[in-house]
Protein backbone atom coordinates (compact mmCIF):
# COMPACT_ATOMS: atom_id res chain seq x y z
CA UNK A 1 0.00 0.00 0.00
CA UNK A 2 1.53 3.32 -0.79
CA UNK A 3 0.98 6.25 1.85
CA UNK A 4 2.07 9.68 1.73
CA UNK A 5 5.16 10.57 3.93
CA UNK A 6 2.94 12.87 5.35
CA UNK A 7 0.72 9.82 7.54
CA UNK A 8 4.49 8.02 8.11
CA UNK A 9 5.77 10.90 9.74
CA UNK A 10 5.30 10.30 13.69
CA UNK A 11 5.54 12.50 16.78
CA UNK A 12 5.29 11.40 19.98
CA UNK A 13 5.75 12.02 23.53
CA UNK A 14 7.82 9.46 25.62
CA UNK A 15 7.06 10.24 29.24
CA UNK A 16 10.40 9.16 31.68
CA UNK A 17 9.71 7.77 35.54
CA UNK A 18 9.98 10.65 38.13
CA UNK A 19 13.08 8.26 39.55
CA UNK A 20 16.29 8.47 39.32
CA UNK A 21 15.93 12.09 38.07
CA UNK A 22 17.97 13.26 35.30
CA UNK A 23 16.87 10.80 32.80
CA UNK A 24 15.24 13.42 30.58
CA UNK A 25 19.07 15.04 29.19
CA UNK A 26 20.20 11.43 29.18
CA UNK A 27 17.47 10.16 27.67
CA UNK A 28 17.44 13.29 25.08
CA UNK A 29 21.75 12.52 24.21
CA UNK A 30 20.88 8.43 24.36
CA UNK A 31 18.24 9.44 21.13
CA UNK A 32 20.56 12.19 19.58
CA UNK A 33 22.45 9.30 18.08
CA UNK A 34 19.98 7.66 16.18
CA UNK A 35 19.81 8.73 12.37
CA UNK A 36 16.82 10.00 10.86
CA UNK A 37 15.51 11.11 14.59
CA UNK A 38 14.67 14.57 16.24
CA UNK A 39 14.46 14.31 20.11
CA UNK A 40 13.71 17.28 22.19
CA UNK A 41 13.03 17.95 25.86
CA UNK A 42 9.25 19.10 26.26
CA UNK A 43 8.98 19.28 30.21
CA UNK A 44 11.28 18.18 33.37
CA UNK A 45 10.52 14.22 31.84
CA UNK A 46 9.06 14.33 28.94
CA UNK A 47 11.13 13.67 25.91
CA UNK A 48 9.65 14.31 21.76
CA UNK A 49 10.71 12.20 19.40
CA UNK A 50 9.82 12.88 15.55
CA UNK A 51 10.73 9.94 13.34
CA UNK A 52 9.70 7.87 9.94
CA UNK A 53 7.63 5.02 10.51
CA UNK A 54 9.94 3.30 7.90
CA UNK A 55 12.49 3.66 10.15
CA UNK A 56 11.59 3.49 13.25
CA UNK A 57 8.26 2.77 15.82
CA UNK A 58 7.36 3.54 19.09
CA UNK A 59 7.54 0.01 20.17
CA UNK A 60 11.07 0.05 19.16
CA UNK A 61 12.28 3.42 20.89
CA UNK A 62 10.94 2.42 23.61
CA UNK A 63 12.44 -1.18 23.63
CA UNK A 64 15.62 0.79 23.27
CA UNK A 65 15.04 3.42 25.97
CA UNK A 66 14.43 0.47 28.33
CA UNK A 67 17.52 -1.96 27.43
CA UNK A 68 19.69 1.25 28.14
CA UNK A 69 18.34 1.55 31.20
CA UNK A 70 15.63 4.03 31.67
CA UNK A 71 12.63 4.03 33.41
CA UNK A 72 9.32 4.92 31.83
CA UNK A 73 6.85 6.23 33.34
CA UNK A 74 4.34 3.26 34.24
CA UNK A 75 1.24 5.09 35.29
CA UNK A 76 -2.17 4.08 33.62
CA UNK A 77 -2.64 6.68 31.41
CA UNK A 78 0.74 6.24 30.15
CA UNK A 79 0.68 2.81 29.45
CA UNK A 80 -2.35 3.10 27.42
CA UNK A 81 -1.76 5.94 25.66
CA UNK A 82 1.77 3.90 24.19
CA UNK A 83 -0.40 0.98 23.80
CA UNK A 84 -2.55 2.79 21.73
CA UNK A 85 0.59 4.55 19.69
CA UNK A 86 2.09 0.86 18.95
CA UNK A 87 -1.06 -0.48 17.91
CA UNK A 88 -1.77 1.80 15.49
CA UNK A 89 1.79 1.52 14.51
CA UNK A 90 1.62 -1.75 14.10
CA UNK A 91 -1.77 -1.34 11.33
CA UNK A 92 0.33 0.56 9.63
CA UNK A 93 3.34 -0.99 9.35
CA UNK A 94 1.15 -4.56 8.59
CA UNK A 95 -0.83 -2.22 5.94
CA UNK A 96 2.21 -0.79 3.87
CA UNK A 97 3.33 -4.67 3.71
CA UNK A 98 0.60 -5.46 1.70
CA UNK A 99 -0.24 -5.37 -1.78
CA UNK A 100 -2.21 -2.92 -3.27
CA UNK A 101 -5.26 -5.41 -4.78
CA UNK A 102 -6.70 -4.52 -8.22
CA UNK A 103 -10.08 -3.90 -6.86
CA UNK A 104 -11.92 -4.17 -10.59
CA UNK A 105 -10.52 -7.53 -11.24
CA UNK A 106 -12.10 -8.53 -7.88
CA UNK A 107 -15.39 -7.09 -8.61
CA UNK A 108 -15.37 -9.01 -11.32
CA UNK A 109 -15.78 -12.36 -9.62
CA UNK A 110 -18.62 -10.88 -6.94
CA UNK A 111 -20.22 -9.63 -10.23
CA UNK A 112 -20.21 -13.49 -12.00
CA UNK A 113 -21.35 -15.06 -8.92
CA UNK A 114 -24.29 -13.06 -8.64
CA UNK A 115 -25.22 -13.11 -12.40
CA UNK A 116 -25.64 -17.18 -11.74
CA UNK A 117 -27.10 -16.87 -8.06
CA UNK A 118 -30.87 -17.09 -8.82
CA UNK A 119 -32.57 -14.14 -7.76
CA UNK A 120 -36.06 -13.10 -6.50
CA UNK A 121 -38.48 -15.32 -5.20
CA UNK A 122 -36.89 -18.42 -5.82
CA UNK A 123 -37.76 -21.56 -4.17
CA UNK A 124 -35.78 -24.80 -4.31
CA UNK A 125 -38.98 -27.10 -3.53
CA UNK A 126 -40.20 -28.87 -6.11
CA UNK A 127 -43.48 -27.74 -7.46
CA UNK A 128 -45.19 -30.80 -6.62
CA UNK A 129 -44.26 -30.54 -2.94
CA UNK A 130 -45.40 -26.67 -3.05
CA UNK A 131 -48.77 -27.80 -4.22
CA UNK A 132 -49.70 -30.82 -1.67
CA UNK A 133 -52.18 -29.93 0.52
Known sequence: MKLPDS??????????????????????????????????????????????????????LLDALE??????DDTLMSLLLRALAKYSEEVQLHNLEMPDRPIKKSDEAYVQAWEHHPHGDYDDTPPEWREYR
Open 7 to 60: ELRKEREILLAKFPPGQTERALDFLGRFQNLEARVVSARQVCVSYNLRDYSLHT
Open 67 to 72: DAGFHL
